[in-house]
């Protein structure tokens, strides 16, 4: 099974704790892992969603995705896994911006 896993960056420890750490155990059961940084722009976002279409699964890791992205994202994957941090309705101590972000305050 080929994996790519659509992450902020792969150097980042969220990435390092939360996908790298299962690379080998993933490897051992027969999966290949690749890791991508979500790209920042809606259409360089578009171009890396066709891309994924050799991919068995694409993880997505702790992003928020604006809803018509979030479709764009399902209709080129043929199996979507959404990793997320277990306090994803409170807002992301690493951004300056809102103190709560109008999608999180909806759930």
Known sequence: MKLCALVEA?????????????????ARAGCSLTLAALRRSAPQRLLQFLRLRPYDAVLLQRRLLPPWQLRQLRG?????????????????????????????SRG
Not at 86 to 94: E, G, K, N, P, V
């Open 10 to 26: 792969p150097e980042h420890v969220c990435c390092r704790y939360r996908v790298r750490a299962f690379a080998s155990a993933l």
């Open 76 to 104: 080129f994957s043929r199996r979507l896994i959404f990793d997320f941090d277990d306090a994803i309705l409170y807002r992301d101590s690493q951004r300056t911006r809102r103190r709560n972000g109008l999608r999180r």
